[in-house]
Nanobody, 118 residues
């Protein structure tokens, strides 16, 4: 049905940068919101950043000022630019797309691993 394909993860040193990409199988405007979640070992999955159809963005406090979510509608792709990475950012990052009507439905990518070394 809906496919979300993530790329861009890898190993970086603290202070470095990565850009994650999430390519969707249909128009990103067919979703009410898209975002990035992450799950670190032994922790709950948490919302990192999201962007609505109306182009409003939300960020977790822990990444505010360092991460930026953006989109390229022509490429059906959402990005997460991650700057000044910290070891605490180490996690598997998952792309999420959601529709709200008639009920909330969520779609997930398989995840891309980000490792930040000290």
């Amino acid at each position: 049905q809906v496919q979300l394909v993530e790329s861009g993860g890898g190993l970086v040193q603290a202070g470095g940068s990565l850009r994650l990409s999430c390519a969707a199988s249909r128009s990103i405007f067919s979703f009410n919101v898209m975002g990035w979640y992450r799950q670190a070992p032994g922790k709950q999955r948490e919302l990192v950043a999201s962007i609505t159809n109306g182009d409003r963005s939300t960020y977790a406090d822990s990444v505010k000022g360092r991460f930026t979510i953006s989109r390229d509608a022509a490429e059906n792709t959402v990005y997460l630019q991650m700057n000044n990475l910290k070891p605490e950012d180490t996690a598997v990052y998952y792309c999420n797309a959601a529709t709200f009507c008639p009920y909330r439905s969520d779609y997930w990518g398989q995840g891309t691993k980000v490792t930040v070394s000290s």
